[in-house]
């Protein structure tokens, strides 16, 4: 069956089916209220409140999904876009999923610099970003051979050194405990990535990727910023507005005491606590923090 033929009602939504992205996938599809219930091993769900049907799919799939205009809209890792090199729209940033795609090689072993790699052989799930990496290093011109060889393996990849497959490999590190663990180091950062929209160049409703992507920007925003309350003397406001100015202005309202106002601010969450300090020690009261669960910017 061809489902963009047979589905020309509902927008394609190609979404991770498992690994790393998966759990937050669906809960940025549950915070945008994206309704859908999903049966055992099935790879199709039917949104229940929009005209949306959602393919689970491998994140290394997804690109040229999205890029062959099989589905509409997709959310992978940048790193996958990068690898499948096809012709998608780069969508907004999903602050999730992030981690970089490195040169690892073994700790106490004879490689310090990508150049001693040249000629040698290099491990990984990402062969064209490597390939192309290796090309630049080598100054590799058209009719040329890489000299370096560049081997295809589909995971556990931190394995390849101490096996003997190869003498460096490529791959992505968050938190750097499996590198560590397989004895190995970084010598080189290829790629920054995190977990982006991509659109179809041709995408069938438009006007649902506009939908999409405005709730995507609402749940990020509020996860971003937290609501900061508080009372202030009047004539101390000009400098406790500069240190909660808002987004775009903060809420003045009076108060029945006539010398004072109330204040609402959205304030980012990382700089919630020090600005709290200064808010107290400039002549603020009552200084509240509450969540915003979601918004629209
Ligand atoms: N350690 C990590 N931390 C954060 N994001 C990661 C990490 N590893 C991978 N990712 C991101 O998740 C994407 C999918 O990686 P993952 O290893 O989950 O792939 P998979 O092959 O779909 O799953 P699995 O490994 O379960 O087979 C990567 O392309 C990358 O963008
Ligand atoms: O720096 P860390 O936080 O330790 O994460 C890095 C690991 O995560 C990814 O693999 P994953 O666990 O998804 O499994 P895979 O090897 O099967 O791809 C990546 O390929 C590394 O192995």
């Not at 996938?25 to 915070?31: A, E, I, P, V």
């Not at 556990?156 to 938190?175: F, H, K």
């Not at 999409?212 to 004539?235: H, M, T, W």
């Amino acid at each position: 069956m061809d489902l963009v033929n047979h589905m020309t009602d509902r927008l394609l939504f190609a979404v991770p089916k498992k690994g790393r992205l998966y759990e937050k996938c669906t809960q940025m599809l549950k915070g945008a209220d994206i309704q859908f219930n999903r049966s055992n091993r099935l790879d199709i769900a039917l949104c229940l409140n929009l005209p949306i049907a959602l393919i689970f799919l491998p994140a290394a799939d997804i690109p040229t999904f999205v890029g062959e205009g099989r589905c509409d809209i997709g959310i992978t890792g940048y790193d996958q876009v990068m690898e499948s090199d096809v012709d998608v729209k780069m969508g907004m940033d999903l602050s999730f999923g992030k981690c970089k795609l490195q040169i690892q090689v073994p700790q106490n072993g004879p490689y310090q610099t990508p150049e001693q790699l040249i000629g040698k052989t290099i491990v990984s799930s990402f062969v064209n970003l490597t390939r192309k990496y290796f090309e630049t290093l080598e100054g590799v011109k058209e009719d040329e051979q890489l000299k370096t060889k560049i081997k295809y393996v589909g995971g556990s990849v931190e394995a390849s050194c101490a096996l003997g497959v190869g003498d460096a490999i490529v791959d992505l590190v968050e938190s750097g405990e499996t590198m560590k663990a397989a004895g190995l180091h970084a010598i080189e950062t290829i790629l920054d990535t995190s977990a982006h929209l991509i659109y179809s160049k041709h995408p069938s409703h438009p006007e649902l990727l506009d939908l999409i992507q405005s709730r995507f920007e609402g749940l990020l925003a509020a996860n971003k910023y937290v609501l900061c309350n508080y009372n202030a003397p009047r004539d101390k406001l000009p400098e406790l507005l500069k240190v909660t100015p808002g987004r775009r202005a903060a809420t003045v309202s009076p108060l029945e005491d006539d010398g004072w106002v109330a204040v609402s601010s959205m304030v980012e969450r990382k700089d919630i606590a020090v600005k709290m300090d200064k808010l107290k020690s400039l002549g603020a009261s009552d200084i509240l923090t509450l969540e915003i669960t979601n918004c629209r910017v």
